[in-house]
């Protein structure tokens, strides 16, 4: 009983309640047709599994599958979409990266701004199956040598594999909105041993110049769209 009484009406946490309250109006305000477009896909879906079972006399077993469907489907979307409005909330945003980088699920460890420059470009990296990934935000033409002095840095306390991407909408970089699409498919290298070994290692490394108090934000994340239940 007491469960239920810290729950809503229908026994679902208020503060799961309140999450989906608030990615919902970060959605929304991102994009106003959102919403609509998943409620309208559920019911299609569902209605389509109604109308189905009534002619086909199969109700009792299509209409079930049609609602699990149509739910499905909806927060597969709204997770999506809660995905571009978070993308959008930091895009060309200083530290932009870096908040994308500490959202990534996988057991990743992100050091933000371990280089940067008077000039505002600055390189993040993280630790993970893959190995080491760099990522520069700022000039295309000022990325290249900050890029290269981190690597050798890393070289010289462990040798592993290193990847590097530059995000931006310059000629040759990455837009922010694929940079998680694109560390995510890197090859998993490593085991959890040798990356507790390799994350150990760079903890020897020495403060590089660290990045020009500025507007950098705390973080770009948006609360994670809430996961369908499985019952």
Known sequence: MANKAAGGADGVP???????RLVAGVVREHNPRALPLIAMTAVVIIGVAVLVGL??????L???LGVFAGLAAAMIMFGRFAQSAQYAAVEGQPGAAAA?????????????AVAANRNMDVVHRAVGKPGVVLVGEGSPNRLPGLLAAEKKRI??????YIYDFQVGNEEGQLPISKLQRKIMRLPGNLNKTEIAELNYRLKALPQSL??????????????????PRMR
């Open 100 to 112: 994308i980088l500490q959202s990534m699920r996988g057991g990743w460890t992100v050091s933000p």
């Open 55 to 60: 002619l086909t006399g199969l109700a009792g």
């Open 210 to 227: 660290q990045m020009p108090k500025g507007p950098m934000p705390k973080s770009g994340r948006m609360p994670k769209p809430p996961r």
């Open 62 to 64: 299509l209409i079930p």
């Open 14 to 20: 208020k503060g799961r309640i309140k999450q989906i």
């Open 155 to 160: 070289s010289r306390v462990a040798d592993t």
